[in-house]
Every structure is written in structure tokens, then in C-alpha cells.
């Protein structure tokens, strides 16, 4: 099972900050596209990705138990 944490905004709109999900030999793009249909995650698009704490590309393709992270883009002041 891979770790998939979510932040911001994207986990509000979840209502979780972590999901569990079988997603070994699947890229980072098939799962943005899971997300934002299964879960209303329209703005995970935007969102940066990393796996095990290393930024990642959506051609990257998760492996077992790896943790993977949608980042979204914050603002502030």
C-alpha cells in the first residue's frame, strides 16, 4: 500500500490528511487523475508531488509502500 498525504487546501477538501490505496507500477499522473475524479480533487492538477520527501515529476511511477504527497500552491501575506 502506498501513503498518499495530502495538504492545504486539497486536505480540506478531502476531509482526510492521508489515504491508503494500492498504487505500485502506477504513475503520479493516473493517480492525480484517480484523485480528482473518485475524490472532487478538481485542483490537484496544480499541486507539486513528491515521493519519500524528493519532489517527483507526474511520469514518475510509485513503487510499495512509498509516501506520496500532493503539495498545493499557497499564498499569504
Request: glycine content about 6%; hydrophobic content about 45%.
Amino acid at each position: 500500500m502506498s501513503k498518499i498525504l495530502f495538504f492545504a487546501g486539497l486536505q480540506e477538501r478531502l476531509g482526510a490528511e492521508a489515504l491508503e490505496l494500492q498504487w505500485k507500477g502506477k504513475t503520479i499522473a493516473e493517480l492525480r487523475q484517480t484523485l480528482k475524479h473518485e475524490y472532487s480533487l478538481e485542483t490537484i492538477d496544480a499541486a507539486m508531488v513528491a515521493i519519500n520527501e524528493e519532489f517527483a515529476s507526474d511520469t514518475a511511477v510509485v513503487q510499495e509502500d512509498d509516501t506520496v504527497a500532493f503539495i498545493p500552491p499557497v499564498s499569504g501575506g
